[in-house]
């Protein structure tokens, strides 16, 4: 099983919509997994993953703050919490967790840091955020954070990706401020250390 793990609940589809689709048709078993968001963004990701022939899980944690606000003592916990319930599940020799690589927004930083904690065992790949991987004043970071990892896989999804935008309503304020055409040249990328 391939466990994505995404921070909020569209970040698997800004970050590897092409690969999860891949995975499928290749007969793997994808389960996307929302950490944070609630209600109404849960349900969005939700619908998403059935689209992609993908199964979902929610944590149904609350978004904290803005993406350089640091989470909250009580946030970091119930993170940790719910990575060692799902931890508990997986099976070492069946199971690869697919985590951010986390570009500057702290709540990315905080998931894949709890998954790794608590999943040591785990094989694990890493997900360029996107759009956050794609802003050329992160080059540095991005390239930090690169070094010494090897390119598992990576494309340049086709321009129909965007039209799963209309799953993702509730974000119609980042839409209006990255809109689809904007991201049709962000690629694609899953690293492993």
Same mark, same amino acid.
């Given at each position: 099983?391939?466990?994505?793990?995404?921070?909020? *609940?569209?970040?698997?589809?800004?970050?590897?919509?092409?690969?999860?689709?891949?995975?499928?048709?290749?007969?793997?078993?994808?389960?996307?997994?929302?950490?944070?968001? *609630?209600? %109404?963004?849960?349900k969005e990701a939700?619908? =998403?993953?059935?689209? @992609?022939? &993908?199964?979902? #899980?929610?944590?149904?944690? +609350? #978004?904290?703050?803005?993406?350089?606000?640091?989470?909250?003592?009580?946030?970091?916990?119930?993170?940790? %919490?719910?990575?060692?319930?799902?931890?508990?599940?997986?099976?070492?020799? #069946?199971?690869?967790?697919?985590?951010?690589?986390?570009?500057?927004?702290?709540?990315?930083?905080?998931?894949?840091? &709890?998954? @790794?904690?608590?999943?040591?065992?785990?094989?694990?790949?890493?997900?360029?955020?996107?759009? =956050?991987?794609?802003?050329?004043?992160?080059?540095? *970071?991005?390239q930090a954070q690169l070094r010494?990892?090897?390119?598992?896989?990576?494309? !340049?999804?086709? *321009?129909? !990706?965007?039209?799963?935008?209309?799953?993702? !309503? +509730?974000?119609?304020?980042?839409?209006?401020?990255?809109?689809?055409?904007?991201?049709?040249?962000?690629? #694609?990328?899953?690293?492993?250390?």
């Open positions: 099983m391939m466990y994505v793990i995404e921070p909020h *609940a569209d970040d698997a589809f800004l970050s590897l919509h092409g690969h999860i689709q891949g995975w499928v048709k290749s007969g793997r078993q994808v389960t996307i997994v929302t950490v944070l968001g *609630a209600g %109404k963004r849960d939700e619908a =998403y993953a059935l689209h @992609v022939g &993908a199964s979902w #899980e929610g944590f149904g944690l +609350s #978004e904290g703050g803005s993406s350089t606000d640091a989470p909250s003592p009580d946030l970091v916990a119930a993170v940790r %919490k719910a990575a060692r319930r799902l931890a508990s599940r997986l099976d070492g020799s #069946e199971d690869t967790l697919v985590l951010p690589i986390s570009i500057r927004h702290t709540e990315h930083l905080m998931v894949r840091d &709890a998954f @790794v904690a608590v999943a040591p065992t785990t094989p694990t790949q890493y997900y360029l955020d996107q759009p =956050y991987s794609s802003i050329m004043k992160n080059g540095p *970071a991005v010494g990892t090897t390119i598992v896989s990576y494309l !340049k999804p086709n *321009a129909r !990706k965007y039209g799963c935008v209309r799953f993702f !309503k +509730s974000q119609g304020k980042f839409w209006f401020y990255n809109p689809p055409e904007s991201m049709k040249g962000n690629i #694609e990328m899953v690293v492993e250390n």
